[in-house]
């Protein structure tokens, strides 16, 4: 039987009690997203564009590909999280078309930087809490990680999810 939301929640938020660990969390955890994206963005990605059109769909990249795929793992879940992560998700492919924009190597040197210090802050975060991170039981937890985030303030708006 599929977890829903809540019990995906709550198992994530046993690793993820203590203040400093949250907040850290809140910092890290978008970082990581974006920069994810960020490196799958400067993947070549001609074969993407259209058939013998010789344009490409505007943020078609592996980096859309995969915030896609993610968005479908969300919709299954909620549909409220889907349209809080479908709008993150927008503003995460705006702000790398811009970095683009000055070059694929600047968005690359940049992803990975980001990619490195945010993990570093997790990992600090994590032992801090004296937990294990979440992925470690199961990998689906790096797409609640953003979900959980997402779920507070899905509530602090009176949305919920």
Same mark, same amino acid.
């Given at each position: 039987m599929a977890k829903s939301i &809540?019990? !995906? %929640?709550? /198992?994530y938020g046993e690793s993820h009690q203590n203040p400093t660990n949250k907040i850290i969390h809140w910092i890290c955890?978008?970082?990581i997203f974006w920069s994810i994206i960020g490196l799958l963005a400067c993947i070549p990605h001609d074969y993407l564009q259209i058939a013998n059109a010789g344009w490409a769909l505007p943020y078609m990249h592996w980096g859309s590909v995969v915030i896609a795929? +993610? =968005?479908? @793992?969300y919709i299954r879940l909620s !549909?409220?999280? @889907?349209?809080?992560m479908a709008l993150f998700s927008t #503003? $995460?492919?705006?702000?790398?078309? #811009?970095?683009m924009a000055l070059g694929t190597n600047?968005?690359?040197?940049?992803? *990975? #930087? $980001? @990619? $490195?210090? #945010?993990w570093i802050? &997790? %990992?600090?975060?994590?032992?801090? /809490?004296g937990k294990k991170p979440s992925f470690f039981k199961d990998l689906q937890f790096l797409?609640? +990680?953003?979900? !959980?985030? *997402? +779920? @507070?303030? =899905?509530k602090r708006t009176g949305i919920g999810y």
């Open positions: &809540q019990q !995906w %929640f709550d /198992e955890i978008p970082l795929l +993610g =968005l479908l @793992f !549909w409220q999280l @889907f349209l809080g #503003a $995460v492919l705006l702000s790398i078309d #811009a970095l600047v968005l690359l040197i940049t992803s *990975m #930087a $980001v @990619f $490195v210090g #945010a802050g &997790q %990992f600090i975060g994590h032992n801090i /809490e797409m609640i +990680g953003p979900a !959980w985030l *997402m +779920g @507070f303030i =899905l």
